[in-house]
């Protein structure tokens, strides 16, 4: 019998006791996604908390993690120890430079793709929020501002950590069921080849001599975002990021199958990669990197006609799991505009996205071995309830 089938799954989509932190020996990875932007927050035990990439709440404009912390009382400046940017597409990356000017304690991880001369010329070239819409770029270049003050300043940690193939990335001490444990954290990807791959697809969004500025469009397909991997004790976590899958063998998710190395043993969380997406899937990774069952979590996407998951994608992943969550309510299909009041609307504004309603979290709790508690909070449901 596999693990995860001896422990007791609880779920409680009563949504009232959200305000309640996690005990200091308990395991959390709580998922925010409000339809356009993700971000997961993970405690490993003794207060030590990780976010992953960064969405804006709906209703405070304000980082989600930053108001989470605040109804469970922790105190973000201490208690963050990571703050990992996946990438740098708006949705994953919106209020991330107000995260760390907050968390002032907390190292910056960012993939190595963007360790390099051509990204920080475009940052240059494109970050002056003279756009109606904030883009990626320009909160990364609030956020190498933020460096450049801790470091003038000498507060807070300013050294970044680039990530990498199957690089350890954090490694400490924790608490986890009332006994010490031994926390690390490893980036999984990009790898050497994505990492060319995405300076190449710099250098070609940078202007020429002569052109105007123009809206930059997203690097597709996604080559360069981290994939990370959690390990608290013998339990594992796996967040699948953006990642996509086009059959490369040096690069995607096929050299993170190919590469894993059994003695990391199997992941028992996984936060589905793409919004669920196809573009997203190896069946690898099931087969492969996690438990039977594993406890799935994704995020919808719903902008310019593009809806994820799709129905398809639904069917996928409940076929593979019966312990698949959404952050959020999906909508049937996306809304259909006549042409003259879309044209109207973009000479207004850049860019329009639907309103969801309450976005999460989807919050796991591994209280016990044998114990996991999942709580969904706001419109966060069941990914089986919706595929009927």
């Known amino acids: 019998m596999h693990e995860e089938e001896q422990r007791k799954l609880e779920i409680f989509s009563d949504g009232k006791n959200l305000k309640f932190p996690p005990e200091p020996d308990e395991i959390e990875v709580s998922v925010f996604g409000p339809g356009y932007g993700e971000c997961v927050a993970v405690h490993s035990g003794r207060n030590n908390w990780f976010i992953v990439d960064s969405c804006i709440d709906t209703f405070t404009r304000k ?7 605040e109804k469970i009382d922790v ?33 910056l991880v960012c993939s190595t793709a963007l360790n390099n001369p ?3 010329e475009l940052v240059c070239c494109y970050g002056t929020r003279s756009m109606l819409e904030s883009s990626g770029i320009d909160e990364f270049r609030d956020v190498f501002e933020t ?23 954090w490694e400490g001490d924790s608490e986890v069921f009332g006994s010490p444990a031994h926390c690390e954290i490893f980036s999984l990807s990009p790898s050497d080849s994505t990492i ?14 002569g052109d105007t500025k123009r ?13 990370i991997w959690l390990k608290v004790a013998h339990f594992s976590i796996l967040l699948g990021s953006d990642l996509e899958e086009h059959g490369e063998p040096d690069g995607g998710w096929s050299i993170i199958v190919n590469s894993h190395s059994p003695q990391r043993g199997k992941a028992s969380i996984f936060k589905i990669p793409h919004h669920g997406s196809v573009t997203a899937h190896h069946p690898g990774v099931c087969a492969d990197m996690l438990d039977a069952n594993p406890i799935a979590v994704l995020t919808p996407f719903l902008r310019g006609g593009i809806l994820l998951p799709t129905k398809n994608d639904t069917q ?23 042409r003259t009041t879309e044209r109207t609307i973009k000479e207004a504004v850049k860019d ?16 016990r071995p044998d114990m996991v508690k999942v709580e969904l909070f706001g419109d966060a449901k069941q990914l089986q309830v919706l595929s009927t």
Not at 87 to 97: A, C, L, V
Request: with cysteine.
């Open 118 to 120: 051509e990204f920080r």
């Open 147 to 169: 460096l450049k003050k801790r470091k003038e300043t000498d507060i807070g940690n300013y050294t970044p950590v680039f990530a990498g193939q199957d690089r350890r990335i």
């Open 352 to 367: 329009i996205r639907t309103l969801f309603g309450p976005s999460g979290p989807v919050r796991i709790r591994l209280q």
């Open 63 to 69: 980082p989600a993690a930053l108001v989470y912390f």
């Open 196 to 209: 060319l791959a995405s300076m190449l697809g710099f250098a070609d969004l940078l202007p020429r001599s």
């Open 316 to 338: 996928r992943i409940t076929s593979s799991t019966r312990n698949a969550f959404v952050t959020c309510g999906i909508p049937t299909r996306s809304i259909k505009r006549d």
């Open 75 to 107: 105190d973000p400046s201490v208690a963050v120890k990571q703050l990992i940017a996946t990438h740098w597409h708006d949705d994953h990356i919106r209020g991330f430079s107000k995260l760390l000017d907050v968390c002032k304690s907390a190292q």
């Open 215 to 227: 809206w930059l469009p997203a690097i597709s397909p996604n080559r360069a975002a981290v994939v």
